[in-house]
């Protein structure tokens, strides 16, 4: 069974520019969350969707934001880059809402803005 | 204060030895406890689910101290291949937020 996917792998900007992330969750899954990896640091929550409802959101500026789709996938959206949103972003998926299930996470896309 | 701590290490063992990791959590909310593993730049993986009652996955041993806000993660006869940062994971009821404290490195060395 495929796991949850991310694209791309790697990614470089510049500072201002904007990026696209994109997440597949496992089949099944109707619940997609975003965190950002920081070097040295654990994952941060940054959003959660559920039923392409925002059911959660971290402390994370408005240059972040994201979507799902009909099909559950998902977009995360930065604009404005700055150098210090370099970082891993992980994608998890899981099968409900707000339940004790395991979320499992995607390969991440690796963001470096110069 | 941050909302989940661990001690970064690293923690050089040698194979065979017994590790522990303790880990503390601030918000008294939190319903769910993890240990998660993360090897050098890949994804985090669930090791074990962390219940009150203790709880054991072959050579991993887990415990939570609900009144002291603890979590720890024993390893025994560690192997080479347990090498990897070790991440300590709550969640509160409620949505699907995992908040993720920094992180302990293991090396284990032949």
């Known amino acids: 069974d495929a796991g949850v996917t991310q694209s791309p792998t790697h990614l470089i900007k510049t500072r201002g520019q904007h990026v696209t992330l994109r997440c597949s969750p496992i089949s099944g899954h109707k619940s997609v969350s975003w965190y950002q990896q920081v070097l040295g640091q654990g994952p941060q929550f940054i959003f959660q969707y559920y039923e392409k409802e925002e059911r959660g959101r971290g402390n994370f500026p408005d240059r972040f934001s994201a979507r799902q789709f009909p099909n559950y996938s998902s977009e995360l959206n930065v604009n404005a880059l700055l150098l210090g949103d370099s970082a891993l972003y992980l994608c998890?998926?899981?099968?409900?809402?707000?339940?004790?299930?395991?979320?499992?996470f995607g390969p991440g896309t690796r963001l470096t803005v110069l | 204060r941050k909302e989940v701590e661990q001690d970064p290490g690293p923690f050089n063992v040698p194979e065979g030895a017994t590790v522990a990791f303790n880990c503390t959590y601030s918000n008294s909310a939190s319903q769910s406890f993890f240990w998660y593993r993360q090897d050098c730049r890949k994804e985090p993986k669930l090791l074990m689910s962390v219940y009150s009652s203790g709880n054991e996955d072959g050579r991993f041993t887990a415990q939570l101290n609900r009144a002291s806000q603890y979590i720890s993660l024993l390893i025994r006869d560690s192997k080479l291949s347990d090498s990897a940062t070790y991440l300590c994971?709550?969640?509160?009821?409620?949505?699907?937020?995992?908040?993720f404290g920094t992180g302990t490195r293991l090396l284990v060395s032949p």
């Open positions: 998890a998926s899981s099968s409900s809402r707000t339940g004790t299930d395991t979320q499992y």
């Open positions: 994971v709550v969640k509160s009821v409620g949505f699907q937020k995992l908040v």
